[in-house]
């Protein structure tokens, strides 16, 4: 979010009000998902590497040609090669996927050792990390849900408004333009994005894993077959991951392109500054 251009540069606009943005509470849980992220998505790609292969359907086998995804090493006539295949297309991914490590004893896995935890090959203890992780992330957001409820977060923050999607075109074009307002409120496009990650994809991640647990089969049988199957939830879980490793990014360049002192004093501190007021001129000039 950047500040507007003076019309005037001759007149100097007085700074532009610090206001209270963040609760605390909006802050704790920030930086509690933001920790329970980098964890699930790291022992994840740990458990992904155990069975390095998608499928949709509720079965996988060599009888099947069900695969969406498939990332794994063969041999060719220059040596091993790392390969990612996605519906049928093969593509040459050695030194990252299928194959990777030191160049004079690479190794055959998925995801290198630098992007899982643990980094070498370990199931059981990548299962560990990524449940306890999953927990407290399902913990945090339903917890964060009622208290938003409670105290009002969620309508007036979250909730898109009527002149908000009136506004939504307008965004668009600012935020293409890299054209920021810095205001209180969150703008369309936030409500938007963060709504859809509170609401569908991360509701999305935690109702898939449990689809995929055998305990949870047995407890509530319907939740896979709603799914499309076990091996469906699976492919549903890493497409839900994908999606918020890009969320993840834009918001990255989002805060840097806004303005990251301003951005990062504000889910840390809660302070936030906003644009300074608007000289009488402009303000007739727009409204012409």
Same mark, same amino acid.
């Given at each position: 979010?950047?500040?507007?251009? &003076?019309?005037? @540069?001759?007149?100097?606009?007085? !700074?532009?009000?610090?206001?209270?943005?963040?609760?605390?509470?909006?802050?704790?849980?920030?930086?509690?998902?933001?920790?329970?992220?980098?964890?699930?998505?790291?022992?994840?790609?740990?458990?992904?590497? =155990?069975? !390095?292969?998608?499928?949709?359907?509720?079965?996988?086998?060599?009888?099947?040609?069900?695969?969406?995804?498939?990332?794994? =090493?063969?041999?060719?006539?220059?040596? #091993?090669?790392?390969? /990612?295949?996605?519906?049928?297309?093969?593509?040459?991914? /050695?030194? %990252?996927?299928?194959?990777?490590?030191? !160049?004079?004893?690479?190794?055959?896995? #998925?995801? @290198?050792?630098?992007? /899982?935890?643990?980094?070498?090959?370990?199931? #059981?203890?990548?299962?560990?990390?990524?449940?306890?992780?999953?927990?407290?992330?399902?913990?945090?957001?339903?917890?964060?849900?009622?208290?938003?409820?409670?105290?009002?977060?969620?309508? *007036?923050?979250? #909730? !898109?408004?009527?002149?908000?999607?009136?506004?939504?075109? *307008?965004?668009? %074009?600012?935020? $293409?333009?890299?054209?920021?307002?810095?205001?209180?409120?969150?703008?369309?496009?936030?409500?938007?994005?963060?709504?859809?990650?509170?609401? %569908?994809?991360? @509701?999305?991640?935690?109702? +898939?894993?449990?689809?995929?647990? @055998?305990?949870?089969?047995?407890?509530?049988?319907?939740?896979? &077959?709603?799914?499309?199957?076990?091996?469906?939830?699976? +492919?549903?879980?890493?497409?839900?991951?994908?999606?918020?490793?890009?969320?993840?990014?834009?918001?990255?360049?989002?805060?840097?392109?806004?303005?990251?002192?301003?951005?990062?004093?504000?889910?840390?501190?809660?302070?936030?500054? +906003? &644009?300074?007021?608007?000289?009488?001129?402009? $303000?007739?000039?727009?409204?012409?």
């Amino acid at each position: 979010m950047e500040a507007h251009t &003076d019309q005037n @540069p001759g007149l100097e606009r007085p !700074p532009g009000e610090l206001v209270y943005r963040q609760s605390r509470w909006t802050r704790l849980t920030h930086w509690t998902w933001a920790l329970c992220l980098f964890f699930l998505l790291l022992s994840g790609l740990q458990i992904f590497n =155990a069975h !390095p292969a998608l499928y949709v359907g509720r079965q996988s086998g060599f009888q099947f040609d069900n695969s969406v995804l498939v990332i794994d =090493a063969a041999d060719s006539d220059a040596g #091993a090669i790392g390969y /990612t295949e996605i519906f049928g297309h093969r593509f040459n991914t /050695t030194g %990252v996927f299928g194959l990777s490590g030191p !160049p004079d004893f690479p190794r055959a896995r #998925a995801f @290198p050792s630098w992007a /899982t935890i643990p980094s070498g090959q370990d199931l #059981a203890t990548g299962r560990v990390v990524h449940f306890f992780f999953a927990w407290l992330l399902s913990a945090t957001l339903l917890a964060w849900f009622v208290a938003s409820l409670w105290n009002g977060h969620l309508r *007036r923050d979250l #909730a !898109p408004t009527v002149r908000d999607f009136r506004k939504l075109p *307008r965004d668009i %074009v600012d935020h $293409a333009r890299l054209k920021f307002h810095h205001s209180r409120d969150y703008n369309t496009l936030q409500k938007l994005a963060y709504g859809g990650v509170l609401f %569908v994809l991360l @509701p999305l991640m935690i109702v +898939t894993g449990l689809a995929m647990s @055998p305990s949870m089969n047995a407890a509530v049988p319907f939740l896979t &077959d709603i799914l499309g199957g076990r091996q469906t939830a699976r +492919t549903i879980h890493f497409a839900t991951m994908l999606i918020l490793v890009a969320f993840f990014l834009v918001h990255m360049l989002m805060i840097l392109a806004a303005g990251p002192i301003n951005e990062l004093r504000s889910i840390i501190t809660g302070w936030y500054r +906003t &644009d300074p007021p608007k000289p009488e001129a402009d $303000a007739s000039e727009r409204s012409a």
